[in-house]
């Protein structure tokens, strides 16, 4: 369980930020002078998400959780032309993400915490930064760090192979990635449109960040640091919810 949580929590974001501050200019120049091809980010991206099913617990196909999730998922399956896989991870923590091939990963402690109604709201704000592929462009990013942290980079200019350990480092940094505001506000107008056409509730996704914001001022505070720190201004994020769906005749 420890290994999971490395991926989730406080524990990544700090990671994040200490790399972060640690790196020198040379580096960071170094760092934007690796190439990193959209092929090599989905080629990447499917070998990351394969390593976090084998180190987390993935529910399996009969397991209750899994079964909701079908449920909830219904006919959206290809999304925007993206074909999505879902898996449940069967950890407590609350944490969804997806990565640029599509794979969709819930964790338990979201599908408890959540109606199905928000859990789709929020796989449908994930797949929205997929489609705006801020997803790809974390991705970039974390394998371009991983490239100059490991020398890769030098010389070639290009990714090599990665070892299990340097793909881990890659996945930690991918989750670790922090979208700009405006990335979540698109990503939230994603999932609504998404919400909106296919007549489900729109003000799931309002009170799914309500939610996350009552607990991350909670005693479990930490559970959710990784999605609530990647996902900040919930209050003011929840209100032009609320504000669209008005305008929309669709305010419940
Ligand atoms: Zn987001």
Excluded: W
Excluded at 224 to 248: C, F, Q
């Amino acid at each position: 369980m420890k290994k999971v949580m490395l991926f989730l929590g406080m524990t990544i974001c700090t990671q994040a930020v200490s790399h972060a501050q640690g790196l020198g200019q040379a580096v960071a120049d170094a760092i934007g002078s690796v190439t990193v091809t959209n092929e090599q980010v989905a080629q990447y991206s499917k070998q990351a998400v394969q390593q976090m099913d084998a180190k987390n617990p993935v529910a399996g196909p009969n397991d209750p959780y899994t079964q909701r999730l079908n449920n909830i998922i219904g006919p959206y399956r290809t999304i925007d032309n993206i074909p999505i896989n879902y898996k449940v991870y069967a950890v407590k923590d609350v944490n969804a993400f997806a990565t640029a091939d599509g794979s969709v990963r819930v964790f338990k402690g979201l599908m408890d915490l959540m109606s199905d109604e928000e859990v789709l709201a929020v796989i449908g704000h994930e797949i929205g930064h997929v489609v705006n592929q801020d997803s790809r462009d974390a991705m970039k990013s974390a394998l371009r760090r991983s490239a100059v942290r490991n020398a890769l980079g030098s010389g070639s200019g290009a990714i090599g192979r990665l070892s299990r350990s340097q793909l881990g480092a890659v996945a930690d940094g991918f989750l670790g990635a922090k979208f700009s505001r405006e990335q979540e506000s698109q990503a939230d107008d994603y999932s609504y449109d998404f919400l909106k056409r296919n007549g489900k509730n729109v003000i799931a996704l309002a009170t799914s960040f309500e939610k996350l914001a009552k607990l991350s001022g909670g005693s479990q505070g930490g559970k959710v640091a990784e999605l609530m720190s990647s996902h900040p201004d919930s209050k003011a994020r929840s209100e032009r919810i609320y504000e669209r769906a008005r305008r929309d005749g669709l305010a419940r």
